[in-house]
Nanobody, 127 residues
Framework: QVQLVESGGGSVQAGGSLRLSCAASGYTHRSGCMGWFRQGPGQEREGVAAIDTSGRTSYADSVKGRFTISMDNAKRNLFLQMNSLNPEDTAMYYC?????????????????????WGQGTQVAVSS
């Protein structure tokens, strides 16, 4: 059974940084994508960043140049380095993995029904 556990969220002032981590267990696939999604208050969930097993990445336009997604060599831990945070980044951040994803454009699909999800970690950015 795949389990994803996020950590690293918290409260920070605008301009600050946070590093999110996602520990994956029970995930034995060598293909597919892992990614970060977020859902702000009263907003729909949106893709933030994704990475495939070859290291290719994709980012939402709103975070390009500020956020960096990475994965450890064992492909069991996912990270999101978030710099220059602003209040619009306030959201619950979720880690997801989809072994059947065929490319990092998976981030932008309207549905991720076949993905595995973590419980989320809260990020709050104050002005």
């Amino acid at each position: 059974q795949v389990q994803l556990v996020e950590s690293g969220g918290g409260s920070v002032q605008a301009g600050g940084s946070l590093r999110l981590s996602c520990a994956a267990s029970g995930y034995t696939h060598r293909s597919g994508c892992m990614g970060w999604f977020r859902q702000g208050p009263g907003q729909e969930r949106e893709g933030v960043a994704a990475i495939d097993t070859s290291g290719r990445t994709s980012y939402a336009d709103s975070v390009k140049g500020r956020f960096t997604i990475s994965m450890d060599n064992a492909k069991r831990n996912l990270f999101l380095q978030m710099n220059s945070l602003n209040p619009e980044d306030t959201a619950m951040y979720y880690c997801a993995v989809d072994p059947n994803a065929r490319g990092v454009w998976w981030l932008f699909l309207p549905s991720h029904a076949k993905a595995y999800w973590g419980q989320g970690t809260q990020v709050a950015v104050s002005s």
